[in-house]
């Protein structure tokens, strides 16, 4: 979940003075979480703590460190002293709000601290069920407080994270909002993000992000939202090497890779407080992508070598042990490749884990038994050519391939889908809605034994296509077909990707 990076930044505070408000301390402290220095930030917390003991803020956030440092960790120990910090801010919470019903902040901070215990219970594979209390107890007390205090404007960007949440939750899940109580609603949450962006006390920098992660547009519409928050928010505190890799991630998922390259190596150099583990892990593994894409693969070996050091057990790291798999493999070094593939993860637990993860491992196992082909060369290297923006070389080499002798080789409709997706994909991103139409159409005709998740994922291309056309009626029905498969891969991702395509239009 990119949710556990949502609140990181900059800055240093390490004196302190009787005449600080509690206020300009917390963003001192604030600042110190986002910079990574966490040992600071606890210090300032503490003070806050020793000058206002009966203000709940200082509590909080001293709590809000160990919950970074365990999501990012993964440590039982800093997951149970978040945990017992947290129960301690709720019961001064309740102490506070039972002296004085209106105590807002301590109503407020009750309310998330409920809604941080029920996003670390799910990330980190805990209870299922407390974790739903919580985020019951968080969204319930939230809304109160909105309701109660309109411009308590802070409580706009939980509630809007939460109603974002809630409305993209795919339809296996329905059954967790029952618990919870609540439905979600895409563009409430989004409205009220922008409201705490604008006005909140100590969430802009966070509702920023948060605002430019939920409206990612599909990749054909070239939206760079994202891309232009994190760079305002980069210049604004230079010092933050996980600021630097959030950059460097919005850089590539608009395909502007090699920009990313020098912001990735910064973040590398400026490692030198706390997560620094998390740092290595994320930033070797978006240099590895870099090389990958470059086709580099030497390169992109070393760097995701690097990266695999230090990921956990229970993180998602399928994709990146596939992809070093693949660079080892177009080396033409077999048998290290085999190792590779033969190290995916394996333990899932099915309502928590990621359907890329079991994907990549399937196409692991697939590729023990069988080497990497000539059409599995090709599509890897006009898929780095599309992701790395240089879509004129993607759509002459589609074309030349398409127009060689590679179907008459691999004929099936699993291979035949392969082609024609990746193909029609390229001549999307590239502006050519005709030819990406005309070839998605010929995958909606065929019937993948495997690969059969290439259909339906068609059919909400070309629904994609028809909307941005104003052929409504159209893009309605390919957008219904996609109902009428009951399984196949990414199910998840794509109703999501739906939900949130259809907000929008």
Sequence with gaps: ??????????????????????????????????NLKFDNAVKTFKEVQRQYPNDIKGYFYESLVYFYSAMGSRSESEFEKYMNTSEKVIDIADNLIDDNENNFDAIYYKGQSHSYRSLILLTLNKNLLSAASNG???????????????????????????????????????????????????????????????????????SKIALALFTLQEREEKDESMVKTMETICAQYPESPMFKMMHAGALQLVGRTEESLPLLEDALRLNKFSMQNEVNKGANGLLGNVYFKRNDYANAIKYLEEHLKYVHPEDRYNISVYNLAVAYEMSGNREKALEKYRAVR????????????????????????????????????????????????????????????????????????????????????????????????????????????????????????????????????????????????????????????????
């Design 1 to 34: 979940m990119l949710l556990s990076i949502l609140f990181l930044c900059v800055f240093s505070a390490n004196s302190y003075s009787q005449s600080n408000s509690p206020e300009s301390l917390i963003n001192s402290g604030l600042a110190d979480i986002y």
């Design 136 to 206: 019951n107890d968080g969204y319930r007390i939230l809304s109160d407080v909105i309701k109660r205090k309109p411009d308590y404007y802070d409580a706009y960007m939980g509630l809007g994270l939460y109603k974002i949440f809630l409305g993209l939750v795919p339809e296996k899940f329905k059954w967790l909002l029952s618990i919870i109580g609540f439905d979600g609603d895409i563009k409430e949450g989004v409205n009220l993000l922008k409201t705490a962006a604008q006005n909140g006390k100590f969430t802009k920098i966070d």
């Design 346 to 505: 394996k333990d899932f637990i099915n309502e928590r884990d990621g359907e890329t993860e079991k994907m990549f491992y399937r196409f692991a196992q697939d590729r023990i038994k069988n080497p990497m082909n000539r059409l599995d060369s090709i599509l890897t290297l006009g898929l780095n050519l599309r992701e790395s923006n240089k879509l004129s070389e993607a759509v002459n080499f589609y074309e030349n391939v398409l127009a060689s002798d590679i179907l008459d080789v691999y004929k099936s409709d699993d291979d035949k889908a392969r082609l024609y997706y990746e193909a029609a994909l390229t001549y999307n991103v590239n502006g050519q809605a005709d030819l990406a139409q005309d070839y998605f159409s010929r995958i909606i005709n065929l019937k993948p034994k495997t690969e059969n998740w290439y259909v339906p994922f068609s059919y909400f291309e070309l629904g994609k296509i028809y909307a941005r056309k104003s052929d409504w009626q159209k893009a309605h029905q390919m957008f219904e077909k996609i109902s009428e498969f009951d399984e196949f891969e990414m199910k998840q991702s794509l109703e999501m990707r739906l939900k949130n395509f259809r907000e929008k239009y």
